[in-house]
């Protein structure tokens, strides 16, 4: 590029030279052929761009905030050498380095790697490819276009997956795998071991006691093989901030923390989207293969404004889930759309299914709770005070009607309902 701009401004100076040499009239309609005849020729000589050809390969997947690279080859088929810019267009959440110095000679191809870091969860996909092909006095261009398609997927990121590890410990325990055995209603026996101080006496097995030296006592171990079931709902409630993501996003990490602690229990995870349709379902898949298939059916969710359908989001549970399962359904515990979605057809649910409902706090309120500085800040801590009456409110009802409640903000929600379903299954209500 620097030699065939060097080589146009020798070309001007040469026009302007012998524009001075000759009389002003003459001299500055010289100066303009001359001019346009170095254009035309520029542009004749100029790498042709509609025989380009073009092949992507690379990164079709992406976790939400990392890295990846497309590549882009391009060959020139032409008898010029193609050198200028190239532009490979993205839409702006994609984070892509588009623009790139390009020179292809005939017969040849050349690797260009964009590299993108997506700042949106979802379909990604690639625009078109712009190429402007300069001559070799660098005073004209031959410019255009290319539709080469390529999409990558962004997912979920799962920033609670740190979670999972001290999780799993206590799966264990529960599981039978260390010596903190329990039992509750719906566990399987397991096996016989020594009487220590703290076990349940009723635990104590005397006839096999009887033929031992010592006192012995069942242990028990969870049921496997359970269902859960979440439910994402994905309607207004679900596209509310909170920080700098909406509140879907918080409520998916809880799910693939739950689902991947289910999983590793031995139960099946099905899932389900909804808001006035089903947006997305997840069903059969199970062990590795099930945090692949939800954050695929994840990943190109987005929040709709429009009130969530109870009524038809009940029903489908209903009609995919015929034995007694877990119902977790990540929705908000704003009092009116539950008084006018969910409460009228509880009653259907929690008759067939054990059902939690996890909702994603703002940290705000309690901040704006605390505030007592000066005018505004009271009132802003009187709102954040009814808000928090209401949520307590909608909470204690939902209590009334047998339903669990984990209300927590983002960083805390996939642990703790990480943690309510380990005492569900601690107290044997899977």
Not at 231 to 254: H, K, N
Not at 258 to 267: I, K, P, Q, T, V
Not at 311 to 338: F, I, K, S
Not at 415 to 425: H, I, S, V
Request: aromatic share 4%; hydrophobic share 45%.
């Amino acid at each position: 590029m620097a030699v065939t701009g060097r080589l146009g401004l020798l070309a001007l100076f040469g026009a302007l030279v012998v524009g001075l040499l000759l009389p002003s009239s003459t001299g500055v309609l010289v100066v303009g052929a001359v001019l346009l005849v170095l254009v035309g020729v520029d542009l004749v000589l100029a790498g042709g761009v509609r025989p380009l050809t073009f092949q992507r390969s690379g990164d079709t997947s992406v976790r939400l905030g990392e890295p990846c690279e497309v590549t882009l080859v391009v060959a020139n088929p032409g008898r010029r050498t193609v050198r200028g810019q190239l532009r490979d267009a993205w839409p702006p959440s994609a984070g892509a380095t588009d623009r790139h110095a390009l020179r292809v000679p005939p017969g040849e191809r050349r690797a260009l790697v964009t590299a993108l870091r997506p700042s949106r969860r979802g379909d990604r996909t690639a625009a078109r490819v712009t190429v402007r092909s300069v001559g070799p006095l660098g005073l004209a261009a031959r410019q255009g276009s290319h539709a080469v398609p390529w999409t990558v997927r962004v997912l979920p990121p799962f920033h609670s997956r740190k979670h999972l590890p001290s999780r799993l410990a206590r799966l264990q325990q529960l599981d039978g795998r260390n010596a903190v055995l329990i039992r509750g209603q719906g566990t399987e026996f397991d096996s016989l071991r020594e009487y220590v101080i703290g076990d349940d006496v009723r635990s104590i097995d005397w006839r096999a006691t009887a033929r031992a030296a010592d006192v012995m006592v069942r242990t028990w171990r969870p049921e496997r093989d359970r269902h859960v079931v979440l439910v994402l709902d994905t309607g207004r409630v679900s596209a509310g901030r909170v920080g700098d993501a909406p509140r879907l996003d918080a409520a998916m990490d809880a799910a693939l923390l739950l689902a991947a602690l289910a999983s590793r229990a031995g139960d099946r995870v099905d899932l389900l989207a909804y808001d006035r349709r089903l947006r997305a379902a997840v069903q059969g898949s199970s062990g590795a293969s099930l945090l692949t298939s939800l954050v695929n059916a994840m990943a190109p969710l987005e929040p709709s404004l429009v009130e969530t359908d109870a009524r038809g989001m009940v029903a489908e549970v209903l009609r995919r889930t015929r034995r007694r399962a877990l119902v977790v359904l990540l929705t908000g515990l704003d009092a009116a759309p539950l008084e006018e979605g969910l409460f009228p057809v509880l009653g259907s649910l929690t008759g067939r299914h054990e059902l939690v409902v996890a909702s994603v706090a703002d940290p705000r309120v309690a901040e704006m709770l605390a505030g007592r500085g000066d005018a505004e800040a009271v009132y802003d801590a009187a709102a954040a005070a009814r808000t928090t009456a209401e949520r307590l409110r909608v909470t204690e009802r939902l209590a009334r009607h047998g339903v669990s409640v984990v209300d927590a903000v983002p960083e805390e929600l996939p642990p703790a309902l990480a943690d309510r379903y380990l005492a569900l299954k601690a107290a044997g209500r899977l």
